[in-house]
C-alpha cells in the first residue's frame, strides 16, 4: 500500500514538477555563453574524474590552474576526491561544472556508474542495465556543497544515461542537459536531452540528435554560434560539428580529430582560452592509451582544424570531465575547499 502510494506521488511529482520548474523566472545562462568582459577570468577549474582502476577514482576529482594556463595544474586535496557519490552506483564519471548566470550558484552534474566495482568484462550489461538518472551537486559557494541528488532523466526505454552536460537554451529558457543513451535494447547510439531551470525538476527524456556519444557544446558570443563535439563517425575519432542555434541543423566541419596521436578518442571537452580571445582548446581521452586526456588547439574553431597542444602537464590519470573558466576569488574558494578537506574540516 505505501509502495503503491509513494509511486503515484513520485509519478505526480515528475509530471508536475517540469512544469512548475520551466515556468521559473530565473534567466540564467551558460557558462560558455557569457560575456567576457563581464568576468575577469583568471584561471580555470577540472571538473574530472581518475578512472576504474582504483577504488576512489570515480569520484570528483578537482584541480586549479596556474597563472592562467591551460596546462600546469595544481590538483586539490593531495589528489583525492573531493565530492563523493552515496546515491545510485556509489560512483561517478564524467563530471561537469555549470555556474548560473551570476555565479551565485554552481551544479556538478555526473553520470552514475562504478565499474570498479564490477569490471568492464564482468558480464554486466552497462547499456542495457544502467540507471536512468544522473548525480548532482550544488553549491553556492563552491566550498560548501549539497547533495549528492540522483534524479532521473532518462526514459523507460533507454539502457544508460551516460556522459551528462548542460548548456542554456536562449529559446526554451531553460538549461538543456543532454547524454548518451541506447534505446529498446539496440545498439545505437542516441543523444538524449531534457530541460530544467534548477537541476532538481527536469523534463521527460527525448531523443534530440543521433551524432554518437559523450556530446559537448559550447556557444561562441562572438559568432553567435554553437560547436556539437561528439565522439563519432570513422575510425572512433571526434567530430566537430556548428549550428546558430541549438535545434540545428548541424553542420560536420570535421572528424577523425585525434586520430594522429592516439588510437582512439572519446570524452572530448572544450573551452575558450582566457586571455587570446581566438584560442580554443579541446582534450580528448585516449582510453585505449592508457586513459589520458590529450590537448588540442586551434585559433579558428570554425574551422575544425585542430593542432596537438605543446608544453603541457595535466593533473595525474586526467579523464572525462569539464573545464571551465573562475575568477581569483573562485579558485581561492576552491583552494580553501580543499585546504579543509585536507584538514580534515570537510
Known sequence: MFSRLSSALA???????PFLALASPVVPRNLASRQETKWNFTDYAYFYFRGERRPNGEQVHIAVSNNND???WTTLNNGNPILISNVGYKGIRDPVLIPNHDRSKYWVISTDLKVYDYGWNSGFCFTCQGTHQIVIWESEDLINWTGPTHPIVSPDNAGMTWAPDAIWHPEKKAYQVFWTSKLDGNSALHIMRSFTTDFKNF???ERYVDRGMDATIAHDDSTGNYYFISKNGP??????NVANSLEGPWRKISDRIGLSKMQAGEGPLIFKNNVNPNKWHL?????????RYIPFETDDVESGQWMPSQ????????RHGSVV???AAEREALMTLSENMIAGKK
Open 203 to 205: 523534463t521527460i527524456g
Open 70 to 72: 591551460p596546462g600546469s
Open 283 to 291: 582534450w580528448i581521452d585516449a582510453y585505449l592509451d592508457g586513459g
Open 235 to 240: 575510425g572512433n575519432g571526434i567530430e566537430h
Open 311 to 318: 608544453g603541457y602537464g595535466l593533473p595525474a590519470d586526467p
Open 11 to 17: 509519478a505526480l511529482a515528475a509530471l508536475a514538477g
Open 325 to 327: 573558466p573562475i575568477t
